[in-house]
């Protein structure tokens, strides 16, 4: 039986034996096909949206609030110079320069915190170009880092590191301590999760404005 935190649930041992529950960047593999990339120093991932308030006259304060623009999939990639690999070709292209890719490729994170592969999180980062690559020569310290910066069209997750195909099971299933969930009319939210049927947002589902009137969200 895990034990918990009194007030917030949180898991602090399993029985009568310790536990780590926290996320770790050690348990994380960055794969290109099925090639696992080295000597990477940091990856940053960013998934931004713009949301509009609405407004009205005669009212103080915003009466409504929706997104008016896609998710954006940006990101960036430091890599020590190691293999004799420079970053491009460490991501399993056949080229150095931003301006000789033709065609973009995909990256898959791994997340091997559980022991059970079924447990496992595989993320895709669908369709990726680089934008930028910058790196230094500096007298002051040999070693030479890469820089990388990305754009991507989507992404999503799924468990089961072995199958990181779009459509698996949702990652959010209440991790270590069992949150539930809302699961909108037709799963959208998950169906966009696990980029199931090639959705690449969730805003075009029929019934937006129905949300909320069939029961509680949370």
Same mark, same amino acid.
């Given at each position: 039986?895990?034990?918990? @935190?009194? *007030?917030? #649930?949180?898991?602090?041992?399993?029985? =009568?034996?310790n536990?780590?529950?926290? =996320? /770790?960047?050690?348990?994380?593999?960055?794969?290109?096909?099925?090639?696992?990339?080295?000597? %990477?120093?940091?990856?940053?991932?960013?998934e931004?949206?713009?949301?509009?308030?609405?407004?009205e006259?005669?009212?103080?304060g915003?009466?409504?609030?929706?997104?008016?623009?896609?998710?954006?999939?940006k990101g960036?990639? +430091?890599?020590?110079? $190691?293999?004799?690999?420079?970053?491009?070709?460490? $991501?399993?292209? #056949? $080229?150095v320069?931003?301006?000789?890719? @033709?065609?973009? $490729?995909? /990256?898959?994170? &791994?997340?091997?915190?559980?022991?059970?592969?079924?447990?496992?999180?595989?993320?895709?980062?669908?369709?990726?170009?680089i +934008?930028?690559?910058? !790196?230094? !020569?500096?007298t002051?310290?040999?070693? &030479?880092?890469?820089?990388?910066?990305?754009?991507?069209e989507?992404?999503?997750?799924?468990?089961?590191?072995?199958?990181?195909?779009?459509?698996?099971?949702?990652?959010?299933?209440? #991790?270590?301590?069992g %949150?539930?969930? @809302?699961?909108?009319? *037709?799963? &959208?939210?998950?169906? +966009?999760? +696990? *980029?199931? !049927?090639?959705?690449?947002?969730?805003?075009? @589902?029929? #019934?937006? %404005?129905? %949300? *909320?009137?069939?029961?509680?969200? !949370?």
């Amino acid at each position: 039986m895990t034990e918990t @935190a009194s *007030g917030t #649930g949180s898991t602090l041992d399993w029985g =009568a034996n310790n536990k780590t529950s926290t =996320a /770790i960047s050690t348990n994380i593999l960055i794969m290109v096909g099925n090639h696992a990339v080295g000597a %990477i120093q940091k990856l940053q991932i960013t998934e931004s949206r713009q949301v509009k308030m609405v407004d009205e006259v005669g009212t103080d304060g915003h009466i409504d609030s929706v997104p008016t623009k896609s998710t954006d999939i940006k990101g960036s990639c +430091t890599r020590v110079r $190691f293999d004799k690999l420079r970053i491009a070709e460490a $991501f399993s292209r #056949g $080229f150095v320069h931003v301006a000789s890719q @033709a065609y973009p $490729f995909d /990256i898959v994170i &791994i997340d091997k915190q559980k022991r059970d592969t079924n447990s496992q999180i595989a993320t895709v980062i669908k369709n990726v170009w680089i +934008t930028q690559i910058d !790196y230094t !020569y500096d007298t002051n310290d040999w070693i &030479i880092s890469d820089n990388m910066s990305w754009e991507a069209e989507t992404i999503w997750s799924v468990l089961n590191s072995g199958s990181p195909n779009p459509g698996g099971t949702p990652v959010a299933v209440g #991790g270590e301590i069992g %949150i539930t969930h @809302a699961v909108l009319p *037709g799963g &959208i939210e998950q169906i +966009t999760d +696990t *980029g199931n !049927y090639g959705r690449r947002g969730s805003l075009d @589902a029929a #019934g937006l %404005i129905d %949300i *909320g009137s069939s029961g509680d969200l !949370y």
